[in-house]
């Protein structure tokens, strides 16, 4: 009986010290592991990010603009990189909209950019987006003409409105829109891109450029008209239309211009074009700007015919 009892005795010792012994190794083994684990992250703390990638819509904004934009941002420590301090230096570039940031562990940098959509020019400096907000930038790297604004502060986004809907109207004669104007007093005129200008004045534009729509076929016919009864005439100048004035509640008021040759009419535009980018920057929209502006004609000896419809 004692026997058996010392035997159960020294089996219960065994069991505990083999007990003990695994718990003594499973820990060791975790305090192992951890000093590992900590010793792999101060590591990889100060690691340096080696990889920046860079993607999405820029057809304006260059890889290399993007890198010399984060110039002066520290990529020497991963973890205390900040991603809005990048964002805010590449955003800072004149061709971005928006950019988004992001860490990839464990050393790479992930930047999305988005380049402005340019739909028009405003007052001869500035370029607006899509969504009406005016933004500077290198216009050389314009890879299609875009159409001019030309307007008070403010009113960009106004402009850009009026431009859509109306434009969208001059398609259905296969007409567009090159040259927006709007006075400090709300009085709208456009400038076409076969030369002829409208004064739209300052209500009623969709029902005018409706009204002219339906007239101008009519005027075009005439001018056809007169060129055949003027053929015999070599030296005849060949007559055009100067302006559009719609500015009445049932009528239109037209007039004519003499172009010599299609060289000349074209320098005359480009003169016209840059007299008025000048007169914008400078005069700052005085309150006789916008009718100095449609009516200094006096090379063209402008005539007017009302019609009535």
């Not at 960009?156 to 007093?185: D, H, K, M, P, Q």
């Not at 037209?254 to 400078?282: D, H, T, Y």
Request: with cysteine; hydrophobic share 40%.
């Amino acid at each position: 009986m004692t026997k058996k009892l010392i035997n159960s005795e020294n089996q219960q010792a065994w069991s505990f010290g083999l007990g003990l012994a695994f718990f003594v190794c499973v820990l060791i083994s975790l305090i192992s592991i951890g000093w590992w684990l900590t010793k792999m992250l101060v590591d990889q703390e100060h690691a340096p990010v080696n990889s920046i990638v860079i993607s999405g819509e820029m057809p304006y904004t260059q890889r290399e603009q993007v890198l010399s934009a984060m110039s002066n941002v520290d990529l020497g420590n991963f973890f205390q990189v900040d991603v809005n301090d990048i964002q805010k230096q590449v955003l800072a570039l004149p061709w971005v909209y928006s950019v988004a940031v992001r860490k990839q562990w464990p050393n790479e940098v992930k930047i999305y950019v988005v380049d402005q959509t340019p739909v028009a020019l405003w007052n001869g400096d500035f370029i607006l987006n899509q969504f009406g907000k005016a933004f500077q930038a290198d216009k050389t790297r314009l890879n299609q003409d875009l159409p001019e604004f030309f307007g008070p502060e403010g009113t960009e986004l106004l402009a850009l409105e009026n431009f859509t809907n109306l434009n969208g109207l001059l398609e259905y004669r296969n007409l567009a829109i090159n040259e927006l104007v709007l006075s400090e007093r709300f009085s709208w005129q456009l400038m076409l891109n076969d030369g002829v200008m409208l004064n739209l004045g300052r209500e009623e534009r969709v029902k005018r450029v409706q009204r002219f729509m339906d007239v101008y076929p009519l005027i075009k016919t005439h001018l056809k008209q007169q060129e055949k009864q003027q053929n015999n005439r070599k030296k005849q100048l060949k007559q055009a239309v100067d302006y559009i004035d719609l500015r009445y509640d049932t009528g239109l008021a037209v007039g004519w211009k003499q172009v010599p040759n299609l060289a000349v009419s074209i320098n005359l535009k480009k003169q016209q074009k840059s007299n008025r980018e000048v007169m914008f920057q400078k005069v700052m929209f005085q309150k006789d700007m916008f009718q100095h502006y449609l009516f200094k004609r006096n090379e063209f000896q402008t005539k007017e015919l009302a019609l009535n419809v």
